[in-house]
């Protein structure tokens, strides 16, 4: 369960760096396993396993503290680790007060996508509550400090291609024109300067005078 946990993550995040999918999906030796167009259902898919992969690896973890460990699952809580201010030489594998909080992330965040389809307030609800990934990082190298070169390598490309898409992608546009249509929609026309596209390429477009934190594409 932990090993797969490790791939899921890397998929999990892969799938998150579009801007890197569509630059790979430019090479002809690689394009065929970039998954550009079906990229969410690949996420949503490693998303699920990920969360049944944890329940799993609690399960292994609570079976062997209680039958093989003095202290029982107690002890997890209290083993050494850089949560507990283990110096780096001393630290544990990891503690269950970190693994409990990354699952207890994992089942709000999946209860919350199961959702997302329920009207705008149930995407907003999925949509805010999606920026705990955030932390995931973090508590995953507190969990497990021994594998921070596989979690140091996705947030390095993670944090990269979200500093170039806010700093080179993002245009800050007033709106040309709007007008409703047919059918409950509405016609906007938003200048842009050019930019390249590749196939499966879309727009994030926000409106600040309605939400501050969502983006949509189009």
Not at 113 to 130: D, E, P, T, V
Not at 204 to 211: D, E, F, L
Request: glycine residues 8%; positive net charge; proline residues 4%.
């Amino acid at each position: 369960f932990g090993l797969n946990l490790r791939v899921f993550t890397i998929i999990l995040f892969l799938t998150m760096c579009r801007t890197t999918m569509g630059a790979a999906h430019e090479f002809k030796l690689v394009k065929w396993i970039v998954p550009m167009g079906f990229n969410i259902q690949i996420h949503s898919f490693c998303g699920f396993c990920t969360v049944f992969h944890a329940l799993g690896h609690m399960a292994g973890h609570i079976v062997y503290h209680t039958n093989y460990v003095n202290g029982g699952i107690g002890h997890s809580f209290v083993q050494k680790s850089l949560l507990h201010g283990a110096n780096w030489a001393n630290k544990g594998s990891g503690d269950g007060i970190s693994g409990f909080l990354l699952l207890a992330m994992l089942i709000v965040m999946a209860f919350s996508a199961l959702n997302r389809g329920n009207g705008s307030k149930g995407y907003k609800i999925f949509a805010n509550i999606h920026y705990v990934y955030n932390l995931w990082l973090i508590f995953l190298f507190l969990h497990v400090p021994h594998l921070w070169p596989w979690f140091a390598s996705i947030g390095a490309l993670f944090i990269a291609e979200r500093s170039f898409d806010f700093f080179r992608q993002t245009i800050h546009s007033t709106l040309d024109t709007s007008r409703p249509c047919s059918n409950n929609v509405t016609f906007l026309s938003v200048p842009r300067t050019s930019q390249s596209s590749y196939p499966g390429s879309y727009f994030r477009i926000k409106v600040p005078a309605i939400s501050a934190t969502e983006w949509h594409p189009f």
